[in-house]
């Protein structure tokens, strides 16, 4: 029985030699959705230049995405007010958030396996990420998803890359590292 184990990839990531799969893409804050924002987009690299944090840098095909290894979003709205064909599109409304994203603690974060650790929970400003210490010295890392805003701050400082980010549609799985239990009491 044969079966077919190959990764959907698309036309461009075949003549381009990314054989992968489908690969996710960080766009910019306010981005519109991927198939309007490649259109609107004019690979002029103003949003860019204008980011204060240097997170956003040329990605595939010259289109902006964001680079969280190089720190986390201020959300200052710099980008989005720099991109003059619509690309980006930011709202006055301090509701309105700027992108979607959903955040996986994995399983080779250093505090799982008995190593002191909190980088992420000392360079989460939302205070997303706490740590619960649990029998036998573990300290736990707890997500609240509900508070956590997508800015990647935790990801540059995680020193062992177990932090990952990516849109809340087809975000990472949750691991057991995620569970979100009474962070009141922490």
Known sequence: MYTDIRPEISRRQFLHGELRGKAVTLRPPWALSEGRFIEA??????????????????????YPQVDFSAGGCTFCGDCAKACEY????????????????AVAIGESCLSLHGTVCRSCGEACGERAIRF????GGIARPLLDTEECN?????????????I????AETGPEPKPAQTVGDLSAI
């Open 41 to 62: 987009c004019e690979r002029c690299d103003d949003c860019i230049s204008a980011c204060p944090e240097k997170i956003l840098r040329r990605g595939s095909g010259g």
């Open 86 to 101: 619509g690309a980006l599109r930011f709202a006055d409304d301090p509701e309105q958030l700027p992108w979607r994203l």
């Open 132 to 135: 619960r210490l649990e029998v």
């Open 150 to 162: 997508g800015c990647g701050a935790c990801v540059s400082v995680c020193p062992v890359g177990s």
């Open 164 to 167: 990952v980010i990516g849109p």
